[in-house]
């Protein structure tokens, strides 16, 4: 783990992110004039590896010659939801083993006195030991030492291959966690044992066991994973060190990204967000709702000003909160694969249940017999046959036709053009939900955001959505369905630090507050001096998560700077307050629960212009024009024209109803928008009303 890597350039670098569907490569080959080659082939669920190794064979460049490949990947994500986690065990203080299955006062279904819930680690492997540190952080009840090497013995012998220790109040003391895991690692087999404290210095002993028991439970699962990709790497010929995307939009070296696995969840649609900001400054539109459509989910998220919004309060389902520093996605099951059915109240439904990488679509040829919303849009002139990418048995748009009017239209009395058009509706109006969520929920008005739409079938539906929901424009990316794998190529290298103090601000040690901030400092410059890709500055934040003495609910408030006084901290807590709230309560107290730092390597700047080869650009839009053909548009088919977007010309102006094709994504402009370009090859349509 500490071997030495040599510091690797960025002449030539691959970013790639694997999909419930496909696995999507970007190479910037910077010997050639930062030429860019792009990849999309089918996700390998059995192992993600071979699908990666797929990708980077389909650019036509050898391993060997790649600098660096950054990596965001699904694997962890994916073993928490099926739950296929390894078996882990946990030591705690004498009388609080049930925390994590307790949970909070919530239940899995708000209405209804039933519901079923599995805890991560079942009961007969958490295990209680005699010790007791107070909020205070003094010590009451001292380590029973044997008691931790009698605990790690049976849990061995139980099969567990990973440990977690979780003690009450340890973010205030954590004398005994250290000890006991010094205990531990004199035993233990392997190095998956994880220490409470370590991953998340906070209060909330539910939240903080749950986030240590996840990341334990995953860190074996990611750790073959990365080794079977650096094998597989190595075998064509790539020696170097690779990067993981965090879930915090940050990357991490992959020998050392299992120690803290848990960050990882959330590592792909994290990438995309951040390439939307990445690409929404370079195009000033510096505020905007990310909408990321992909094969089986549908992933929204608010940038303000450039910045995407980060949350430490993340749940990734029922009784799953994992507390580290995430960027903030909503996520709906609706994809290009949700499969439409309609219910016994004879009412047509949409998703969660998708047909997935297989058997897929049906228009996939793969042996899928359910109607998709891909399908939908195959029926309705949306998508062409000839340009869906892995096929392996073509259907024809008449087959699929007839099975939206067997399964759908058949209990409806929809023919099967109409079925596919309500399944369309439905789709829409289920993700323009997910959007007023994370906008309009949170007290936003959406005419001040753009719409910047990703996926490889999120600029499908985009102006529809927007229309939908009042935004003014839609910003389509260069190579929308690759945005993900773009976003591994601009991250930055980003560690974040919290720790509890839980104190009134009235009654807070500044000297404590500045020791702790300048703490995480130095640990974040000193994690990223030990990456193999050396960044071209470090940039540091602070801020506070605070609230009234009495509240519940948490604000993150930014800090100027590592030494702020008490009067300081009350005024701009109070400043975030109305901001959020529109109300001013300067009588009551302040709290200072949590601090938080983070700090970013800030990697080279990438030209995004050559995403889409000028090369290749027509002198006239009449000669980026492919074909004319009839689409359904609110149940009327309409002549539409279709063109090849790597041959529109940047000064372009196109108006709706129109088709606008590419390897990685079609894109719709319904009747009335109006799209045109900008320098990076971005689209940007202005929505038409209905």
Known sequence: MNEKVPAQSDNVVAGIDVGGTFTDLILIDGRDGGKVRIAKTPTTLDNQAFGVVSALGATGVSPADIDLIVHGTTTTTNAVLERRLARTGMITTAGFRDIIELGRRTRPQAYGMTGTFEPVIPRLLRLEIDERVEASGRVRVPLDEEGVRHAVRWLLAAGCESLVIHFLHSYANPLHERRAAEIAAELWPNGHITVGHTLLSEAREFERGVTASVNAAVQPILERYVARLRDELAGQGY??????????????????????????????????????????????????????????????????????????????????????????????????????????????????????????????GRGGKLPTITDANLVLGRLAPKKLLAVDNPVSVESVTRIFEDKIGLFTGLSGVEAAGAVLRLANIKMAGAIRMVSVGRGHDPRDFTLFAFGGAGPLHASALARELGLPRVLVPARPGITNALGCVVADMRHDFVNTLNQPVASIDEKRVEQILEAHRAEGESLIAKEAVKPQAVRVSHSADMQFVGQTHLINVPLPSARVDRATLQGLFEKAYFVRFKVELPEIRANLVNLNTSVTGVRPQIDLSTLIDPAGRASKLAEARAEVRLVWYDGVWRDTPVYAREKLPLEAEIEGPAIIEQMDATTVLEPGDRATSDADGNLIVEVGSR
């Open 239 to 364: 020696k170097r060190d690779f990067l993981i995307m965090n879930g915090n939009g940050g990357m991490i070296s992959a020998r050392f990204v299992a120690h803290e696995a848990a960050k990882t969840v959330m590592s792909g649609p994290a990438s995309g967000v951040i390439a939307a900001a990445y690409t929404g400054r370079r195009a000033d539109h510096r505020n905007l709702v990310t909408y990321d459509m992909g094969g089986t989910s549908t992933d929204v998220a608010l940038i303000r000003d450039a910045e995407p919004a980060v949350s430490n309060e993340i749940e990734l389902e029922y009784a799953m909160p994992i507390h580290v520093p995430m960027v903030a996605v909503h996520t709906v099951g609706a994809g290009g694969g949700s499969i439409a059915r309609v219910d016994a109240a004879g009412l047509i439904r949409v998703g969660p249940e998708s047909a997935g990488a297989s058997p897929g679509p049906i228009c996939y």
